[in-house]
């Protein structure tokens, strides 16, 4: 992005205020561009003949330093790169990073159908979201052409994911690309040997292409440079992925592509591939799955835009999954969850009330610890800006009239709704027992500290 103010932004609009865009004035509307939270069409007197040239320099201007590129169709379709920073608390990474895992074309029919089903059907909830797997790389292990499309025609018979289509012989690639191409796969991959041939297939069947030179980043950057020349700019770079003693190399040549793709190369500034699944040449068993994982993480945090993996074993999925959540979490936003009184299970007029935040894994946890335990109550979540208990009454934004507050918001009297009007404060919130009791004249006990230990705390304090 060449521009990073608002008012830059607003320079290049019709600033006529007229709100067809939703947003009350042009400057808004400009703040949600910087954020990207809104896309320059979404103004449509922009997109008229008088604004052409707005509309034309604003979308270079906003365009993000690394080339976005997309893979696949439809509502399962992906989209990598489109990174503006070097370091998410600068600004926020975007297009979290695609984990594709491989099937390999000497795989039977059943066990290729098996392992695509195990990979398209994954998912593990995660506060408030489900985390899935996004892609299969179909390898061709045969080297025959046929068998591959139909290893390819397989694939897509059981699953709507994106596809990678995993070859270096272009003639196999054709094969393949016959069969998917509507799909949108992309190829791996152009090297040294076959860019002649891989760049007219990506001509033929306009499919996004992954360059490879590992090791050798002056010839990955002619590659690109080379494929740029000929209008091929759906482009992803592979500088090789090392898992022992060459990581050090490879870590340090993402970081190098990605340095001077934000700088301003743009000859190299496209999202960038690694494959932890080389880790799996060097070593077997759970050593292999462990330095995969390793990868994984590594590149999730420096740079990797898309990667290939082979372990789908949860000890390998469950850690990959959650850095890359980490990651690309927006640190401008607080990972909340709506205020408000909820009811769990079905609770009587006996049943307790309990209090916690509304940050999300607050939230998350404490109601899977009491529905897991099928405790039927009610569950007053208050807005601390999606903080949690301890840092929220800390720092002032978990209060007794923040509580009160929430419970007159959700229009939730605790005394009519209850025989007991008690409510239950965190452990954590103690301190504000007085405070509560003052402020909303209930009666206030202490919770546990850790809801985990809720079901053992309502055994012996839970009389009402
Ligand atoms: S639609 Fe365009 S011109 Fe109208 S308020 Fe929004 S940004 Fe401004």
Known sequence: MKINSPLQAYEHLPKTNCGDCGEPTCMAFASHLIDRSRNVGDCPPLTGVEFKDNYDTLTDLLAPEIREVTIGTGDHAITIGGDDVLYRHKLT????????????????????????????????????????????????????????????????????????LCSLDATVLDAALEVASSRRPLIYAATTDNWREVAGLVLT?????????????DTLKSLALTFASIGIRDLVLDPGTSPTEGLRDSFEN???????????????????MAVPMTAWAEL????????????????????????????????????????????????????????????????????????????????????????????????????????????????????????????????????????????????????????VEDATGLDVMIGPPDSGRIPQWLESKWEK
């Open 93 to 164: 990474f975007f297009n979290k990073t695609a984990f594709a895992y491989e099937v390999c074309d000497t795989m039977d029919e059943d066990e290729l159908v098996s392992q695509v089903n195990k990979i398209q059907n994954f998912s593990k909830f995660y506060i408030g979201d489900f985390l899935t797997l996004d892609a299969v790389a179909v390898r061709c292990l045969s080297g025959d052409a046929d068998q591959f499309a139909n290893a390819v025609r397989t694939v897509m018979e059981t699953t709507d994911l994106p596809l990678i």
């Open 254 to 272: 993402f970081l190098k592509i990605r340095r001077a793709g934000i700088e301003g190369q743009t000859d190299i500034a496209y999202p960038l």
């Open 284 to 435: 077997d068993g759970v050593s292999a799955a462990y330095w995969e994982s390793v990868l994984v993480s590594i590149f999730t945090i420096r740079y990797g835009d898309i990667m290939i993996m082979h372990s789908t074993e949860p000890y390998s999925l469950l850690p990959e999954l959650h850095i890359r959540d980490t990651v690309y979490t927006d640190p401008r936003k607080p990972v909340m969850v709506d205020s408000g009184v909820f009811e769990i299970g079905s609770p009587s007029r006996n049943s307790p009330v309990f209090i916690t935040t509304n940050f999300a894994l607050t939230y998350y946890t404490v109601e899977s610890d009491i529905s897991s335990n099928d405790i039927d109550c009610h569950l007053c979540v208050v807005d601390t800006d999606g903080i949690g208990v301890e840092a929220a009454v800390a720092g002032g934004q978990l209060t007794a009239g923040k509580i009160k507050e929430a419970f007159d918001s959700a229009g939730f009297d605790v005394r009519e709704k209850t025989d007991h009007g008690t409510v239950i404060l965190p452990g954590l919130a103690a301190r504000l027992q007085g405070d």
């Open 205 to 217: 069947y306009h499919v996004p292409v992954v360059l490879s030179a590992p090791g050798d980043l």
